[in-house]
Each structure stands twice: as C-alpha cells, then as structure tokens.
C-alpha cells in the first residue's frame, strides 16, 4: 500500500502563486507516474499534470501549460505542482495520485488509471 499526504491549499488572489506537494510512504518505491487530479463542486475530477518516473516525462492538461509546473523527488518520493498566474477557474479541490504503472503520455490523465489517491486539499482563487 502506498499513502499519499498533500499539503495544505489555500486562498490566492487571482494572478498569484501556489506550491503543493504530496509525499507518499508506505511502498513509495513502487511508485512510478505520479499526478495531480482536480475537482470542482458537481464535475468530473479531471487531470492537471503528471509526471513518470525514470525519465520524467510530463503531461499537462491544455488548461494549465505555461502556468503549472510539475516535479518531483525520487528521494523524497514527493511531488510538486507550482501553480502561477492563478485564476478563479482554477479554484477546486486537488489530489494527488499515484500508480505502479509506467503510463504512455496519453494515458497518464486518466484517473481510472491511477490505485491511490490522498485526500485533497481547497485551493481557492479569489480577491
């Protein structure tokens, strides 16, 4: 089993910055694509950005490109999603993912495709 533990969201001002991470423990060392998912109130939680293990590789959904950046630390077994030039819309709750599997980059936005999942953290965009 892998446990996923976010940090805290928060509240922004729209055009500003956020930071999250997500540690995982357990059998971390399984893990290999890792993601963050976001949900807004009566809608489909939907994929943000992921990163493989290995080489790294990343997706973006179209939403996001040029503003969130994803990474991570092997060594940590930790992800990062910084999140800039935040706007209303992107206000949701956010998760982070995990999986064993080493997902092509279609698929690495899939949440079906992912096993855990932490409990999610609000970040709000509003003044």
């Known amino acids: 089993q892998v446990q996923l533990v976010e940090s805290a969201g928060g509240l922004v001002q729209p055009g500003g910055s956020l930071r999250l991470s997500c540690a995982a423990s357990?059998?971390?060392?399984?893990?290999?694509?890792m993601a963050w998912f976001r949900q807004e109130p009566g809608k489909e939680r939907e994929a943000v950005a992921a990163?493989?293990?290995?080489?790294?590789?990343?997706y973006y959904a179209d939403s996001v490109k040029g503003r969130f950046a994803i990474s991570r630390d092997n060594v940590k077994n930790t992800v990062y999603l910084q999140m800039n030039s935040l706007q209303p819309e992107d206000t949701a709750v956010y998760f982070c993912?995990?999986?064993?599997?080493?997902?092509?980059?279609?698929?690495?936005?899939?949440?079906?495709?992912?096993?855990?999942w932490g409990q999610g953290t609000q970040v709000t965009v509003s003044s």
């Open positions: 990163i493989r293990r290995g080489d790294s590789k990343k």
């Open positions: 357990g059998r971390a060392s399984s893990v290999s694509t």
């Open positions: 993912a995990a999986t064993a599997a080493n997902y092509i980059l279609s698929a690495m936005g899939r949440a079906a495709g992912y096993e855990y």
